[in-house]
């Protein structure tokens, strides 16, 4: 029996509970007009997931089916027990806007002329569009969607203009971030053209003007009132702006992140805060260590409320010589991490000396917090595997991030055995300095699929991939595009590297100075063997497909556990770079540790040396084969894992998808995209 005959069967019977899911498992399946409507109705009538009906009403009505039964039944199932909250949203709308002076237009129309109805679809903000016009349903729209989807503030040398915007978390986005005219003496309102008068009466059924009208920022153009953009306010509303003085920034502007996210190790981190460094619109310094930084934050905060006035705080904080920004972060008595973050951006000179204090609209921070490695562990729940990262759950857990109201996050990506091989080579090199054992790099990059984003997580919900061989080759090509990602302008400051605007300096020992190529095609092949490469390419091959990078060694062949065990055993590189690092390392501390006895007893001096024994010596070896063991036991217990598939979900079981890739312009590569 098919599903649909289950369900018909169960619902024969009297079996409501098994007739709602057989129905439900047959919405998934190839059905006739007719089954659909059934199952629809069904779904409905009997406490079945209303979504599932709405979303076969609304399919079958497009597709000109059963309009005179389906059009009764989504009023009356979805539209009409909201009906009272939309027309009262829209009555109170047209009452703000029949008051507002920047809006020259007033023939609303009433709330049942409107052309576009507006049909709930969750609580989320989530409607379906119905057309009268048209008859029919045109698109879903979440109007507190959290996506900035357009470049507001591409050019910044007019006031801000834009067409049709209809998105409630945009049009706070743009008050939000947009200065007052009177802050930077000079016209500098926001225009908002809307093409049609009756869509745009339409939506005010489910948009709140209230928050976007009290600062009287914004001016509403119909039609062809676009002619009088920009207005001169001082000839028409006798407002001279330019008898105002610039203010500088507040704390409280600063509301906009920028997050660089940092993907692992040697990904190309340094080179994405070079191009941004100096941007004129931007808060923006190199990567910062997440605790240590948490940790000043939090000293900062303490050191504000133990203070009892704004002369003692403005005392306690005169390194900053920042005085006005001081009594504005006292006065919040209880200022969040996010305000002593922008407090700290603000006043360090040596990162602000490039920031446009004249700009029409209040700067975005520009932050990579750090960690020595984002780390990955994977277990099975349900027959999903499932991600979890505790640096990532600090990201989340910290108050720093959950506090910007808007958020916008982007990834480096650099060719992943590129970045293993820098990434072990760097790390085994410092350990010579440092004497401390290496962590399974390869396990740990295999396992980091940071790549993956759950489109509900707020901090990735407008996010995208740059791949770092794209920022090399073809930056012309790729940051103008970036900029309009992060609606930011693309300025001559990002045609360059820079750090603290000195152009083209090494900013960390061994690091390819701005763009030059190296780094791109740079093999390591000390550091990586052929077979590693393979394992590599293979169990992330999923991204390399999806993101276009050409596999150098793996074939495209099935592999399976006789195949990983051949690859495991020519680990050749993994196994000397850690038998090395071993062996240095606990020779070293069996070293210290002998002379601090020694010491204490009095049988040598500070100045002398020790030496190991040859038993002393058998006993490291015999540690360093260990490790070297538990190393090959993680590598075959990960690939045997990996093996059952690439399927990953978050803790809450979630699906996780590709966060998407930002791609150059094709019209400006003066060179072939990188594969």
Same mark, same amino acid.
């Given at each position: 029996m098919t599903a649909i005959e289950i369900a018909r069967r169960c619902a024969e019977l009297g079996q409501e509970k098994d007739a709602v899911k057989a129905y439900t498992l047959a919405a998934e399946n190839e059905l006739s007009p007719e089954e659909q409507l059934e199952t629809g109705v069904y779904l409905l009538e009997h406490g079945g997931d209303y979504k599932v009906s709405y979303t076969l009403f609304v399919r079958l009505y497009n597709a000109g089916q059963f309009h005179a039964q389906i059009l009764p039944?989504?009023?009356?199932?979805?539209? /009409?027990?909201? &009906?009272? @909250? $939309?027309?009262?949203?829209?009555?109170?709308?047209?009452?703000?806007? /029949?008051?507002?002076? #920047?809006l020259f237009q007033k023939d609303f129309l009433s709330f049942d002329d409107l052309p576009l109805i507006f049909f709930p679809y969750d609580d989320n903000n989530g409607y379906m569009i119905y057309d009268a016009d048209k008859n029919e349903f045109t698109r879903f729209v979440n109007v507190k969607d959290t996506v900035v989807s357009r470049n507001f503030f591409k050019d910044l040398e007019k006031p801000i203009l834009a067409s049709d915007v209809y998105s409630q978390y945009e049009l706070e986005y743009l008050v939000d971030n947009v200065r007052p005219s009177e802050w930077v003496a000079r016209e500098n309102h926001i225009y908002l053209h809307y093409t049609d008068w009756a869509q745009f009466c339409s939506w005010l059924a489910v948009l709140n003007m209230k928050p976007l009208l009290e600062k009287k920022k914004i001016v509403f153009l119909i039609g062809d009132e676009l002619s009088l953009y920009p207005i001169d306010f001082k000839e028409r509303f006798g407002v001279d702006y330019s008898q105002y003085t610039v203010e500088p920034f507040h704390l409280s502007e600063i509301n906009k992140l920028i997050w660089h996210t940092q993907f692992s190790t040697s990904n190309g981190g340094d080179f994405f805060n070079e191009v941004f460094d100096s941007h004129p619109n931007l808060l923006a310094m190199p990567s910062i260590m997440f605790g240590d930084f948490t940790s000043m934050l939090e000293d900062i905060r303490r050191a504000l409320r133990d203070s009892t006035s704004v002369q003692e705080a403005q005392e306690c904080f005169r390194d900053y010589e920042a005085p006005a920004l001081v009594s504005e972060l006292y006065a919040l008595r209880n200022p969040s991490l996010k305000d002593v973050l922008a407090f700290v951006f603000l006043t360090d000179p040596a990162w602000t000396k490039s920031l446009d204090r004249n700009a029409r609209i209040a700067p975005a921070l520009f932050f990579q917090p750090h960690f020595g490695n984002i780390i990955f562990n994977f277990d099975s729940l349900k027959g999903n595997t499932v991600l979890k990262s505790e640096q990532l759950e600090q990201i989340h857990e910290s108050e720093i991030f959950r506090d910007f109201k808007y958020v916008k996050t982007f990834t480096p990506l650099r060719r992943f055995t590129t970045s293993y091989g820098s990434s072990i080579k760097f790390m085994a090199q410092e350990s010579e300095k440092n004497?401390?054992? $290496?962590?399974?790099?390869?396990?740990?990059?295999?396992? !980091?699929?940071?790549?993956?984003? !759950?489109? /509900? =997580?707020?901090?990735?919900? +407008?996010s995208t991939i740059v791949r770092f061989e794209d920022g090399k080759l073809v930056p012309n090509?790729?940051?103008?595009?970036?900029?309009?990602?992060? +609606?930011?302008? #693309?300025?001559?400051? @990002?045609? #360059?590297?820079? %750090?603290?605007? &000195?152009?083209?300096? %090494?900013?960390?020992?061994?690091?390819?100075?701005?763009? =030059? $190529?190296?780094? &791109?095609?740079?093999?390591?092949? =000390?550091?990586?063997?052929?077979?590693?490469? #393979?394992?590599?390419?293979y169990f992330l091959r999923d991204a390399y497909e999806y993101y276009e990078y050409d596999f150098e060694v793996y074939d495209g062949k099935p592999v399976d556990g006789a195949r990983v065990q051949e690859l495991l055993n020519g680990f050749t590189a993994q196994r000397r770079i850690m038998s090395e690092n071993a062996l240095r390392t606990f020779s070293h501390a069996a070293k210290k540790e002998k002379k601090e006895r020694l010491l204490k007893k009095g049988e040598i001096t500070e100045e002398q040396e020790v030496e190991l024994t040859e038993d002393e010596v058998r006993l490291i070896a015999h540690e360093v084969e260990q490790q070297l063991q538990h190393h090959m036991n993680v590598n075959t217990q990960v690939a045997g894992f990996l093996l059952q598939g690439l399927h990953f979900v978050n803790q809450n079981l979630q699906p996780l998808e590709f966060t998407p890739w930002l791609r150059p312009d094709p019209e400006l590569m003066d060179k072939p995209l990188y594969h």
């Open positions: 039944l989504m009023d009356g199932a979805f539209y /009409q027990p909201n &009906v009272r @909250m $939309l027309k009262n949203r829209y009555e109170r709308n047209v009452k703000l806007l /029949q008051k507002y002076p #920047y004497f401390e054992l $290496l962590p399974n790099l390869l396990i740990t990059r295999i396992v !980091n699929r940071s790549f993956l984003r !759950n489109t /509900q =997580d707020r901090l990735f919900h +407008d090509a790729i940051f103008p595009r970036l900029a309009a990602f992060l +609606d930011i302008p #693309y300025t001559e400051s @990002m045609t #360059y590297c820079s %750090e603290k605007g &000195v152009h083209d300096v %090494e900013t960390y020992p061994g690091n390819a100075i701005a763009f =030059d $190529l190296s780094t &791109v095609y740079k093999k390591n092949e =000390d550091w990586i063997s052929p077979s590693e490469r #393979y394992f590599l390419e």
